[in-house]
Structure formats: structure tokens, C-alpha cells
Nanobody, 120 residues
């Protein structure tokens, strides 16, 4: 079994910063892509940022230049540094991790979500 534990959400004023973390643990053989998605009320869940095992990153246009995704392979953890936050960044943020388990099954795992609220 694999567990994902997210932390770092909260409330902040526009222009502020938050850092999200997502740590994976359990029967992990290797971790491939790691990413963050978000879902605002009435909207579909959408990719915010992703990072491959090789360190290649990909960002939604709306967060380029403001958000930075990174990963610590020793800690099996992915981070999302969010700067210059805007009210439209308000959403529940979910981490997504593609993991090969010790039984060599590859599956996408989702965190439970952490709420980010940005006030104007």
C-alpha cells in the first residue's frame, strides 16, 4: 500500500506565498512523475505543475513564473512553491504521484487534497 500525505495549505492574502508538500510512503519501488492538480468549485480538476523523475517540469500557463515545483527523491516528496498568489488560485490542491510498487505494479496515487484560499 502507498500513502500520500499533503501539507501546507491555508489562507493567504493576494500577493502572498504558500508552500505545499506531499510525501509518499509505503510499498514503493520507484517513483516516476509527480505533480500537483487543483480543483475550484464548479470546475474540473486541472494540472498545475508536474515534474518527471529526470527533473523536467511542466506548468499550466496561468501559474508560469509564479509557481515552482520540485522534488526530493530521497524523501519521496514533491513540493509546490506558490508566490504572488491571486484570488483565482483558490482551490483544493491535490498531489498526484505515479508509483511502481514493490510488486512492480504502476499506478497513479492521489492525495486527499489541501485547501488554498487567497483573499483579495
Amino acid at each position: 500500500q502507498v500513502q500520500l500525505v499533503e501539507s501546507g495549505g491555508g489562507s493567504v492574502q493576494a500577493g502572498g506565498s504558500l508552500r505545499l508538500s506531499c510525501a509518499a510512503s509505503g510499498s514503493i519501488f520507484s517513483i516516476n512523475d509527480m505533480g500537483w492538480y487543483r480543483q475550484a468549485p464548479g470546475n474540473q480538476r486541472a494540472l498545475v505543475a508536474a515534474v518527471t523523475s529526470g527533473g523536467r517540469t511542466n506548468y499550466a500557463d496561468s501559474v508560469k513564473g509564479r509557481f515552482t515545483i520540485s522534488r526530493d527523491n530521497y524523501k519521496n516528496t514533491v513540493y509546490l512553491q506558490m508566490n504572488s498568489l491571486k484570488p483565482e488560485d483558490t482551490a483544493v490542491y491535490y498531489c498526484n504521484v505515479r508509483i511502481m510498487t514493490t510488486s512492480l505494479n504502476v499506478m497513479d496515487h492521489w492525495g486527499k487534497g489541501t485547501l488554498v484560499t487567497v483573499s483579495s
